[in-house]
């Protein structure tokens, strides 16, 4: 499976304006903040938005997690490769989001709710720590009819990447995709995105989990799944390997659960057809310099970007995860969930 630029790969998840800013532990514990985490936001968190643009210097950054995958996926495949999928507000923050798209070279085929403005997300850097509030507006209204709409692009895409945090908003399109991907033998990929999926969603997650070709989460996110689903572990390694283990729609696909710990090794478990006899590797990550690291949100998503484009390219797992490790070390190095041009070429290391 070679990319062609035909859009190949087909992105579906909660397009976000991040309004980043850097705090301290005094304005986490306002707005009752852990350091290096992801919730979505209450009423108590309404105040942080304006709060950050205020009295934060906050800066304005195309987000949403997925849709900085799809960026970095494209960033790394030819031209017209990739195709994005969510809901947003008809609003100037949509056209911020769009406008960065079309720079990164992505297609994005937006749902316009008539009400709700665009989602925004409150990043809040604390060193070398990110924690993210979520409103999601907009995202929340992604319907099902606008998947059905532009389905010839699920037809025309081989692979499909899913960030979790939609299970909160529309889990009928993320099934008709799974479905899809297991009826003609495509590759369905799902991203844990965050703690709270496996501990308030663990329904809809499990729903979707037989339909796992490969399923990426962290270090954070895997303890949260084993927690919630009673697998009475704390090790990674262990997590992966049920996981990978777990019953599988589409035989003819082993599945590949894919964990990043940080500057730590990732961890990668493979399944066979059976489900049985899982093997798990462990890859080193790029070494990178403390005074080259500018920010770290977004690091996964950029992972993921790297991750999936080999997987569109039709690389080996090892490739798939250099290039994941490569991309995140170049987002490291930028503001935000972005990526450096002029556009630097991969090289395996």
Sequence with gaps: MVSSGDYQLLCLENPLLDIQGKGDAAFLEKYGLKPNDAILAEEKHMGIYEDLLQNHNAKLIAGGAAQNTARGAQYMLPAK???YIGCVGKDKYSDILLEANREAGLRAEYRYDETAPTG???VVITGHDRSMCTDLAAANCYKIEHLQANWSLAEQAKVFYVGGYHLTVCVPAVMALAEEAAAKNKVFILSLSAPFIPQFFKDPLD??????????GNETE??????SHNLNTKDIAAIAKHMAGLPKKNAARPRTVIITQGTDPTLVAVGNNSGAD?????????PIDKSDINDTNGAGDA?????VAGIVEGKKLEDCVDMGQWL???SIGELGPSYP???QSYASS
């Design 120 to 122: 925004r997300c409150g």
């Design 303 to 307: 992972f993921a970007g790297g991750f």
């Design 222 to 227: 895997a303890l949260s799944y084993a927690e």
């Design 341 to 343: 041009y002029p556009k």
């Design 81 to 83: 490769s990739v195709v």
């Design 207 to 216: 729903q979707t989990a037989p339909y796992w070709d490969y399923v990426i």
């Design 328 to 330: 995140a070390k170049l």
């Design 278 to 286: 899982v093997t798990v590797k462990e890859f080193p990550v790029h």
